[in-house]
């Protein structure tokens, strides 16, 4: 599966990558992944699952697929 972490995201991967892969032995609920990575869930204003949005709460994610975070933006 191939991450993608928007914006400051990538604050919370350890090489401050943008994009990374992980693999996945089975499918795993999207939120589970973000946990693990000690994103804070508030963080994220929009996830997408092969450009797709999707409710982070119930997405399901497996390896092959492609997962985008993005924060929330202002502007002024």
């Not at 946990?35 to 390896?63: C, K, M, Q, Y």
């Amino acid at each position: 599966m191939i991450v993608h972490l928007s914006g400051h995201l990538n604050f919370y991967e350890p090489q401050r990558r943008s994009d990374f892969e992980v693999y996945l032995a089975q499918p795993t609920a999207a939120l589970e992944l973000v946990r693990t990575w000690g994103i804070p869930a508030g963080e994220i204003f929009l996830a997408t699952v092969n450009h797709a949005v999707v409710d982070l709460d119930t997405a399901i994610v497996s390896d092959g697929d492609r997962l985008s975070l993005y924060p929330p933006a202002g502007g002024g």
